[in-house]
């Protein structure tokens, strides 16, 4: 059966199907040659189901407010302060592209939203400062990764949802390890502007830092409702979304005056959409899932590495190959919905942590947003800048090898995903 789906769900992938058939169409496959017994109904329940829960409404809450801050005057500021603070640096710029996706993710959990946040505003400034065109998209595209592990990801509400961990752990887990990527690629920066002789820019004032954050503050004001709330345990990662989305379009409306009522109503349809494409491809997700955990899938992998005596070690190496070759062909999320309802139960039988294998699973699903050949990132990043996507896949190479690097010390050193968790609920 594992070979029905895998290999049906490949032709339809290389024939150009959309994913959500790619998805389904195998599925209903795998019903009608080995499960013809279940009704039809109990199917049209499990694609539904695969919906139906309330953790997942955080996700268009939070497309919602990426849209908003991303069109807005949020995402400008933050990207204005971050700037003063940190862009008087060798390679300042580069770090100050990677400080802003990370401020922008911390708002929005979306790495498509920060590239298309950001491309416009720090693209010229980068080329401006001495960076070459390929290592200036490479970056912008990969600092992108970040707002998938900094803390509100929509990657780990999906996670925690398909396999019940602690989403308020995972957020925890995300902090670290987002941190840990960033510094990987701020040591980038350094090493590219010293071989290139970019030097510091003029270091700000404290007048000027001044305005920068006081443009900034109610910016700022976005990460303290959301992870401030869910931490100390006022509010739940769903309701944080809803009050993301309530006070995203009060300070772009009210404060800034940077919306009108059309505004809003583009925005809302924009978001509306994007929340369309990711709950089609769940509930096509959930059904195949049924079907691989019906099938003891998850059983037959188990036995298997117990058969050639393969421990956690080479299972996550295993892992990480998957997820790899996934990303190179398909759409994350569809990476996800796929490979982890098999994975999971084999990683927590051999002792592997939850919210460990979360974050390996998400450092995968970050890597495979940058990966040729369809990386989607790489295409945002093409549309938002009009650069070819070759030149981009050129730019990207250097950073796909530090993010293998980054996350085979995440792998095999389970300590920087746990650490915060920990330390915050014992």
Known sequence: MLFLIIGL???LLILGFEMFLVLGIPALATKEAFYGNIPDLAVIQKIFGG????????????????HLMGSGQISKNLTGLVRSLIGHTR???????????????????????????????????????????KFSLGLLVASAETALLIPPSI????????????IAKLFAGGL?????????????????AKRCGIQPDK?????????????????????FIILGGIYSGTITPTEAAAVSVVYAIFVEMVIYRNFSFKDLVNITEQSAIATCVIFILLA??????????????????????TAIDAGPFQFLLAVNICFLIAGMFIDPNSALLILVPPLFPVATAMGVDPVHFGMIVTLNISLGMITPPFGLDIFVASSTLNKPVLNIINGVWPFVFVNILVLMVVTYVPQISLFIPQLIFG
């Open 9 to 11: 769900a490949a032709i």
């Open 51 to 66: 919906i139906d829960h309330t953790t997942l409404l955080a996700i268009p809450f939070f497309i919602f407010a990426a």
């Open 91 to 133: 390679g300042g710029m580069g770090h100050t592209v990677i400080g802003a996706s990370m401020a922008f993710g911390s708002v929005s959990g979306s790495a498509p939203a920060t590239v298309a946040a950001m491309g416009k505003m720090v693209y010229p400034e980068m080329r401006k400062n001495g960076f070459s065109e």
């Open 155 to 166: 990657t780990f509400i999906i996670y925690g949802w398909m396999t019940g961990t602690s």
């Open 176 to 192: 670290a390890v987002g941190i840990f990527l960033g510094l990987a690629f701020a040591i980038m920066v350094w090493i590219e």
């Open 203 to 223: 270091k700000t004032t404290w007048g000027e830092r001044y305005t920068a954050t006081r443009k900034a503050v109610w910016a700022l004001g976005m990460p």
């Open 284 to 305: 096509m997700g959930g059904l195949i899932s049924f079907y691989v955990t019906l099938a003891q899938v998850p059983t037959q992998i188990t036995d298997f590495l």
